[in-house]
């Protein structure tokens, strides 16, 4: 197949080891710097350029889009997929993925578990707010956080409280969760590509912090995920309609809960925990779904999704 990636930087490891999948399986792969792909869009067709040439013909695209350019980056995937070509992790998809809210709401409406959360407005509101949620420890998060910054635990009414006070005045947008006790610290990465988990990690906090950031000092261990928690992270990566994705669970009394399901997961820590060839697993899934006929419909009469999926039809 002839293959994009869709990344800002061919350097990165993720990137580097799906390039080196990919070749290894004898398939044609360029890395596109989302950015740099411009596009034309008219009723009659689409077209998109990087660096003064066409992009046309590209059998599939694995996004590697990170949040800091998930507007313009979906823009582009978008128009890829209206060109016709097969992205396991569609632009919608990433979207439900990277907005918490709507996560959360999408994954509790398929009744899959997550730690009871609440979020609102109007400070008027907190008191009740709070009662809805039930008593202390809190987990207070940023919606903009990320690597466990701005993940806060509360023991007492006040301090929630306070807190909820103190973000209101930034003006930040923030979630309130049950703390689960009993995860002591642990989440569980699950890998998920296609109808499989393909690798685990077990992330701990270090001691003291309920944190299990690698980059809050965590420390990582590849782990079997059991059947129940296979299961929960394949339809929470379902639910987004992300056909590969990373869902970190945590392991509590009614069973595993969805932290977080991320669109753009890094390879390096789970291949490394796992042993796993985890870009190769996506890579083949990939080709797995892309084939399109060798022969492509050519000539008048050509419906225009047949000319749009073709590429570059002007
Ligand atoms: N409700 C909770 N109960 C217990 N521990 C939690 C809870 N929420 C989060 N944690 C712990 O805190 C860590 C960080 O939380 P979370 O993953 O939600 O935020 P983040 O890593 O900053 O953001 P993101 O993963 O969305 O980029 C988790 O990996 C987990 O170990
Ligand atoms: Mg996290």
């Known amino acids: 197949m002839?293959?994009?990636?869709?990344?800002?930087?061919?350097?990165?490891?993720?990137?580097?080891?799906l390039v080196e999948a990919a070749r290894e399986r004898g398939h044609s792969v360029r890395v596109l710097d989302p950015l740099r792909c411009?596009?034309?869009?008219a009723s009659d067709g689409f077209a998109m350029h990087y660096k003064?040439?066409?992009?046309?013909?590209?059998?599939?695209?694995v996004p590697r889009i990170g949040a800091s350019v998930t507007r313009y980056g979906t823009a582009v995937l978008r128009?890829?997929?209206l060109m016709g070509t097969y992205t396991p992790n569609p632009s919608d998809a990433i979207l439900k993925?990277?907005?918490?809210?709507?996560?959360?709401?999408?994954?509790?409406?398929?009744?899959?578990?997550?730690p009871a959360t609440v979020f609102g407005d109007n400070?008027?509101?907190?008191?009740?707010?709070?009662?809805m949620l039930g008593p202390p420890p809190h987990v207070i998060k940023l919606n903009e956080g990320t690597q466990g910054a701005g993940v806060m635990l509360t023991e007492k009414p006040s301090a929630s409280r306070s807190v909820i006070e103190a973000l209101r005045g930034l003006y930040a947008n923030f979630l309130v969760q049950e703390f689960v006790?009993?995860?002591?610290g642990a989440d569980l990465r699950c890998f998920v590509v296609g109808d499989a988990v393909v690798a685990a990690m077990k992330r701990q906090a270090p001691k003291g912090d309920f944190r299990s950031n690698l980059h809050r000092g965590g420390t990582a261990k590849g782990v079997r995920a059991s059947a129940v928690e296979q299961e929960v992270a394949i339809r929470a990566a379902r639910a987004l309609g992300?056909?590969?994705?990373?869902?970190?669970?945590?392991?509590?009394?009614?069973?595993p809960l969805v932290l977080e399901v991320n669109a753009s997961p890094g390879l390096e820590g789970i291949e490394e925990a796992s042993g796993v060839d985890v870009a190769g697993a996506v890579i083949e899934f990939v080709g797995g779904r892309s084939r399109r006929p060798r022969t492509r419909p050519t000539g008048a009469g050509r419906s225009l999704a047949e000319k749009m999926a073709v590429g570059n039809y002007f």
């Open 38 to 41: 411009y596009m034309r869009i």
């Open 181 to 184: 006790a009993e995860a002591k």
């Open 97 to 114: 993925a990277r907005d918490k809210l709507r996560c959360h709401q999408l994954l509790a409406a398929q009744g899959i578990g997550l």
């Open 123 to 131: 400070p008027d509101d907190t008191h009740d707010l709070l009662a």
């Open 79 to 81: 128009q890829f997929e």
């Open 2 to 17: 002839k293959l994009a990636i869709l990344s800002r930087n061919s350097k990165l490891y993720s990137t580097r080891r």
């Open 242 to 255: 992300l056909g590969v994705a990373g869902v970190d669970l945590i392991r509590s009394k009614r069973g």
């Open 52 to 61: 003064g040439r066409a992009l046309a013909d590209y059998d599939a695209v």
